[in-house]
């Protein structure tokens, strides 16, 4: 091993060369600029945020990285389901403590171009060298083959793409031939050094990104059942002639399954800490992805497959105007195309197939398992996934489509990241391939020195050839400077926050307002909270929260091209400087537009003309730098007393998570609090302890326990109190010791909570007939409305018609299924009205009947038929007049019928309470003062 060192240094040192040289030009501006694109998302800025926000949460505020204040401000995001690549946070903490943020982003992206192509030479050099076509490690092909293996991919077209698109976590996929590696010589060998490293390089994958978890399960499966069925026929992916360390025997089916439980076991102790954080939000329903995110959108293009990306100088060099393609919907794929093979790839691999077919197979079948899986649920065929087979329009299916259904498999919903096993199967084939193509041409000069030279030339050749349309040069960089407003900003020595424009908020699915996580970045130069903020997946109040607020509400619709009512714009004007006071906002930073970045660049006037005449300020920029202007806004004085009035829109802003909307309760307005804590926002400025008040009423019901309430202020108790049914005034003072001077958290944590469906009584009589529902009935009748429900979402059943006139529903007694549904223009004809009386008629006694009315003649031929067919379900017909609803029984007698009718609507509801929140207690006034 010792004589064969030197060849590691040296596949290091040119794996460092071509890392250099094919990322160019980030090393000659390693500390200004990083890989990205100003004008797609700036993900780049979220991954460098992120090793910042690491840092310093650990470092400066001793809290978990895996939450935030900063941005989300006030709410605040978890970052348990987020993109964070932990594994570069972490291995750029320490780099940070010495170098430059920028710097640091880019050492960790290039040392895993480095680690990434060197696990891939080890991988491919132990399959070389230890299957039963055994290569001699005194010979040099073998490395020079692994090196080729390496280079493919590490610098593969696809990883060029992510690291353009500055998605980082899927440029950080240096430790999946390391695990590959060290999961072959578990299954192989045996001993526990191996299931540790294969352990150890499985949980770095998962800390680089937690979907990774899907593609280490599919490595493992594929390569185990390759094993085992290569071991059946004689045969080894590798090491055919090892034997288990002392036993002199090869390792039996039983010995790998305990190497694989090991390594199982190993993985989950080493990621418990993270996995444990993450669990409880994955499988909270409120941070689950809607359908299938964006999955047949993000899926691989057969002709993509084959295209090159447009990084490529041959590819037309248009890169912005492609991305901008994709934005509007106009480009030649869905997405931009970030999985392209390789001619010369695929033609190597191909060779390495067939010289290397029997233990090259399971290779193969990786390849191919992983190109469909990449293709998405749908064919997609340029651009297009729905063909006209002579008229009639058709869609192919593909087995993407079962992993949507399967729990842990379907936590990859982006098909096309599949391509980064691919490419390793890819690798392993070209390392078979150009290991053949080696030997064939130098196979009587290998061991000489001049036969050497002539390998080395042949290998560079050979790179060439399967590099050559992977290259991605000039790869596009984003400007990494922070403007110098920030540092004069971040050296003030209060605490306050900062609003930005552009103002928005991001995650995986959409925006609202015009988000550039750029300014995100810049907050690790300022270190003060902000407004707005980029995540991955959140609960829907984290964008309902700031959509809700007038000011927000018209800056974010300005910049998204939308115009803006005079009530918000009056409402907005109205509480803007109450929210600089209520934030502790002290500047509003007004950002000019990136170049070809919509929206806002062509919105940035309007909407800055928009916050400026909406946010009270002082009328020169207090900092300037060029394309930025920090004013200093003027924050409305806090009363004293301050009463927020919940129920009315003036409170949305202070309340924080866990409350419902405004709406009436028990005769007042009011806001119910829906889980076991709910958030209230106090603003508080200068010295003194504070009285708060709360007119606060528990939800009760029949049988209900003591509800009790403890209050919270920024985490310390500062009362508890049981509460009795209605309204009541709760009272307690608030410490100066436990304030501070800005935005407070008062918490209120509730003893229990309760869904009124489950707990209050129910209501299944159907009016005097005897009978009861067995299913929610919900009847409502308008002037231009039938609205028949039966059932509870989400099983409800629309059974209206929709008719004008008359709209009946048969509904079974025992099962409360829908028998029959039917309507009848009974404003038309007597025909109409005959066929319904017919329709009745043939109704079995004991049904249920439901009837509802729609329009104002509906009953223009009320027929002596159709009266008699009415009074045969219960109904009392003498004297309707539309609108009406009817719920009633067939062979009910007449009049006992439940019914409704009056002007502008008649609505009946029957069945259990529909309200399915879960409530604690409802607030109105909230009264905050200074005490005496």
């Known amino acids: 091993m010792t004589k064969k060192l030197p060849i590691h240094f040296v596949v290091l040192a040119v794996y460092t060369l071509l890392t250099v040289g094919l990322t160019w030009p980030v090393a000659a501006q390693l500390t200004t600029h990083i890989p990205g694109e100003a004008t797609w998302a700036f993900d780049e ?9 690491f840092k310093h949460s650990l470092l400066s505020l001793g809290q978990t990285p895996l939450a935030t204040t900063y941005t989300f401000f006030p709410l605040g995001i978890k970052l348990t389901t987020y993109t964070f690549n932990l594994f570069n946070a972490a291995l750029g903490l320490p780099l940070q403590l010495g170098l430059s943020l920028p710097l640091a982003s880019n050492l960790t992206l290039l040392f895993g171009y480095v680690a990434g192509a060197y696990g891939t030479f080890l991988l491919v050099l132990y399959l070389l060298t230890a299957d039963r076509y055994r290569l001699s490690t005194d010979s040099l092909t073998p490395y020079l083959a692994a090196f080729v293996a390496g280079a493919v991919y590490a610098f593969s077209a696809s990883r060029m793409m992510y690291v353009a ?35 150890l390089f499985a949980a770095l994958a998962i800390y680089a990104e937690l979907t990774y978890s899907v593609f280490l399960l599919f490595i493992t499966v594929i390569v185990v059942l390759g094993e085992q069925g290569l071991a059946g026929s004689g045969k080894r992916l590798a090491g055919s002639g090892k034997q288990v360390a002392g036993s002199g025997q090869p390792l039996g089916l039983r010995g790998q399954l305990v190497g694989l439980v090991g390594i199982g076991l190993m993985t989950f102790v080493l990621t418990v800490p993270f996995i444990g954080a993450v669990l409880p939000d994955f499988l909270n329903p409120a941070y689950s ?15 993509g497959l084959v295209t090159l990306t447009p990084l490529h100088p041959l590819a037309g060099g248009n890169w912005v105007g492609e991305l901008r393609a994709v934005i509007e919907g106009n480009s030649r794929f869905s997405d931009a195309n970030t999985l392209f093979l390789g001619y010369g790839i695929l033609v190597v691999a191909l060779i390495g197939v067939v010289v290397r077919r029997r233990v090259a197979k399971v290779w193969l079948w990786s390849v191919v398992i992983f190109t469909i899986l990449s293709l998405g649920p749908l064919l997609t065929i340029n651009g297009q996934n729905r063909f006209d087979l002579d008229g009639i329009e058709v869609t192919f299916p593909l087995p993407f489509t079962l992993l949507h259904y399967i729990p842990v498999l379907n936590a990859n919903r982006v098909p096309n990241r599949f391509g980064i096993p691919l490419t390793l199967a890819l690798a392993v084939l070209v390392g078979y391939g150009a290991a053949w193509l080696l030997q064939k041409v130098q196979p009587e000069t290998a061991s000489k020195p001049t036969g050497r030279i002539i390998a080395s030339l042949l290998t560079a050749l050979l790179l060439v050839l399967l590099l050559f349309d992977q290259f991605s040069l000039p790869l596009p960089l984003t400007d990494a400077r922070v403007p110098d407003v920030y540092a004069q900003i971040g050296a003030e020595p209060d605490d306050f926050t900062l609003m930005q424009l552009p103002l928005g908020w991001r995650n995986s699915y959409g925006t609202l307002g015009a988000e550039r996580t750029q300014l995100q970045y810049y907050q690790s130069v300022h270190q003060r909270p902000m407004l707005g903020g980029n995540t991955s997946r959140n609960p ?16 974010t619709e300005a910049e998204l091209y939308r ?31 990136i170049p070809f970045r919509k929206p806002y660049e062509d919105t940035y006037l309007s909407t800055r003309m ?25 924050q409305a004085a806090i009363p004293d007393a301050l009463v927020i009035d919940f129920g009315d829109w003036t409170s949305d802003p202070y309340r924080g998570y866990g409350w419902a909307g405004n709406e009436t309760v028990f005769d007042a307005s009011g806001n119910w609090a829906t889980a076991a804590e709910a958030e209230i926002f106090v603003p508080v400025r200068g010295a003194g302890d504070r009285r708060i008040a709360l007119q606060i009423a528990p939800f009760s019901y029949p049988g209900a326990p003591e509800q009790r309430v403890e209050l919270r202020l920024n985490g310390a108790t500062v009362g508890s109190y049981p509460l009795h049914d209605g309204w009541q005034t709760i009272e307690t003072s608030l410490p100066e010791a436990e304030l501070v001077n800005g935005l407070n958290r008062l918490t209120l944590h509730f003893a229990h909570t309760a869904q009124p469906r489950q707990v209050l009584p129910t209501n299944l009589a159907i009016g005097q007939t005897g009978f009861e529902t067995p299913v929610d009935l919900e009847v409502n009748s308008g002037a231009d409305l039938a609205f028949i429900t039966v059932g509870h979402a989400p099983e409800a059943v629309d059974a209206s018609a929709h008719r004008r006139g008359l709209n009946v529903a048969v509904v079974a007694p025992n099962s409360g ?38 329009g104002l003649d509906a009953t223009a031929f009320l027929t002596p038929e ?58 109105d006034k909230v009264t905050v003062e200074t005490l005496k």
């Open 45 to 53: 800025s979220t991954f460098i945020w992120n090793m910042w926000w």
């Open 165 to 199: 698109l500055g998605h980082y976590n899927f440029v950080t996929i240096q430790w999946f031939p390391f695990y590959t590696l060290f999961l072959l010589k578990t299954l192989q060998q045996g001993r526990f050094k191996n299931a540790l490293l294969a352990a």
């Open 289 to 303: 992805e809607p359908g299938w995110g964006e999955g047949l959108k993000l899926s691989a293009d057969l002709v």
């Open 540 to 555: 829907h109040f984290k964008f309902d929260y700031y959509a809700a607020i007038p000011l927000f509400r018209a800056i």
């Open 563 to 593: 115009p803006v009512d005079e009530t918000t714009l009056a409402q907005a004007r109205q509480q803007a400087a109450d929210l600089m006071a209520l934030y502790n906002i002290k500047y509003l930073v007004i950002h000019e537009p």
């Open 610 to 634: 928009l916050a400026l005449d909406l946010i009270p300020h002082q009328p020169e920029p207090v900092y300037e730098s060029p394309g930025v202007q920090a004013f200093a806004v003027e």
């Open 817 to 854: 299924e829908v028998v029959s549904m039917r309507g009848f223009d009974t404003a038309a004809n007597t025909f109409e009205a005959n066929a319904l009386a017919e329709f009745i008629d043939q109704v079995a006694d004991g049904q249920i009947v439901i009837v509802a009315a729609q």
């Open 866 to 923: 159709v009266v008699t067919a009415l009074e045969s379900v219960g109904v009392q017909a003498d004297g309707l007049t539309p609108p009406f609803s009817a719920i009633g029984v067939k062979g009910a007698a007449g009049g006992s019928a439940l019914q409704a009718q009056g002007e502008g609507s008649a609505y009946l509801r029957i069945g259990l309470s529909p309200d399915t929140r879960t409530l604690a207690a409802a607030v």
